[in-house]
C-alpha cells in the first residue's frame, strides 16, 4: 500500500477517535481502537484504554473556543502518529486489514455526530417572486396570492 495512503487512513482514524469522544459512539470506538492497537495482547490493550480516557478527559476539559480547537488538533495528531506507528509496523497484508478496520471506524464516528441543523428565521421579510435553493429536508410556502 502506498505511504500516503497509510497516512490518510491514520489521519482519518485519529480524527475519528477525537470525533467520537462524547458521543454516543464513544465506548464501542473506544474499545474497538483498544483492540486495534493492542493486537490480541491484553495488557497493550488496556494501556490503550488508559490513553483513550485520557484523551476523552483532556478533551472535555478543554475550553469553549481556541483552546478547545487546539487541544483536538493536539489529539488527532498524537493518535495519528499513534496509528502511524502501528501500519508501519505490519506486514502488507495486515495494514490492509488494518486501514478496513479504521474506515469502518471512521464510518462510525461519523454516523453519531448530530445532523447539522441551520434555521432562517424569515418572518417580516418581503419577497417577491423569490426563488429558494437547498438541500436537504425542506418546507418552503410560497404565498404569492396574498
Do not use: C
Not at 418581503?126 to 429558494?132: A, D, I, K, P
Amino acid at each position: 500500500m502506498l505511504v500516503e495512503g497509510l497516512i490518510a487512513a491514520a489521519a482519518a482514524g485519529g480524527g475519528a477517535i477525537v470525533q467520537a469522544a462524547g458521543t454516543d459512539a464513544w465506548n464501542g470506538i473506544r474499545g474497538a481502537v483498544a483492540r486495534l492497537i493492542g493486537r490480541g495482547e491484553t495488557g497493550r490493550e488496556q494501556a490503550e484504554l488508559e490513553r483513550l480516557d485520557r484523551t476523552r478527559t483532556v478533551l472535555e476539559a478543554a475550553q469553549e473556543g481556541e483552546e478547545s480547537e487546539r487541544v483536538q488538533i493536539a489529539q488527532v495528531a498524537a493518535w495519528q502518529t499513534r496509528l502511524e506507528t502501528l501500519l508501519e509496523g505490519l506486514p502488507a497484508a495486515e495494514q490492509a486489514q488494518v486501514v478496513a478496520e479504521l474506515e469502518a471506524l471512521v464510518a462510525q464516528a461519523a454516523a453519531a455526530q448530530p445532523a447539522e441543523t441551520v434555521h432562517n428565521d424569515f418572518r417580516g421579510a418581503t419577497f417577491t417572486h423569490s426563488q429558494v435553493q437547498g438541500s436537504g429536508t425542506m418546507t418552503v410556502t410560497n404565498n404569492f396570492n396574498k
